[in-house]
């Protein structure tokens, strides 16, 4: 899992780590084991360092599978990681133009929550020259926070039950930090 965390600092003890105009802050980018959710790479930069921009320098095992929010949609950096055989299940950008091109049927019975399944390709010429390959879109429901949440993959032989699976404990950490911040 891929993700990055904001640490706020005294800016009079830390006057090298501005974030803004009075205060200072770190940020701590991080590529999570999957399975034990363990640090597997940190880089700490200062608070202002976009997440996909510390993400391209990050170096990311060949045959991995990363699972990230939508901080990190660059189409580029995604492509090369597809060339370089590692799968993603990434939240998708509202502001994503794609065309879709095959709808796959949703599961019966099970998995009520799957609202979409289908292969798309980026609409726009900059969107398909930086990822000229298909994707697979998945919209899921999310009964805790009452929204819809739409994912992509490289992967299009998964299911959507299991690209909604991948991402599940992702959605949940984000959810953790946000109440943790609030306390």
Request: net charge positive.
């Amino acid at each position: 899992m891929l993700d990055a965390i904001v640490n706020g600092l005294c800016l009079s003890l830390f006057n090298w780590a501005k974030y803004r105009q009075k205060k200072g802050a770190i940020e701590l980018h991080v590529l999570l084991d999957y399975d034990g959710c363990l640090p597997c790479y940190v880089n700490m930069t200062d608070g202002k360092l976009a997440d996909v921009r510390a993400a391209k320098l990050m170096p990311i095992p060949k045959d991995s599978v990363v699972v990230a929010d939508r901080a990190y949609i660059d189409f580029r950096m995604l492509y090369r990681w597809q060339k370089q055989n590692t799968d993603f299940a990434i939240r998708l950008k509202k502001n994503v133009k794609y065309i879709s091109k095959t709808e796959f049927a949703l599961p019966e019975d099970i998995d009520q929550h799957i609202l979409m399944d289908e292969s798309i390709i980026l609409e726009t010429p900059r969107g398909y020259n930086d990822y000229p390959k298909r994707l697979c879109r998945v919209a899921v429901w999310d009964d805790v926070n009452k929204k819809t949440i739409e994912l992509i993959t490289n992967q299009m032989s998964w299911t959507a039950t299991t690209i909604a699976k991948l991402y599940k404990p992702r959605w949940q950490k984000e959810t953790f930090f946000k109440a943790s911040s609030k306390s």
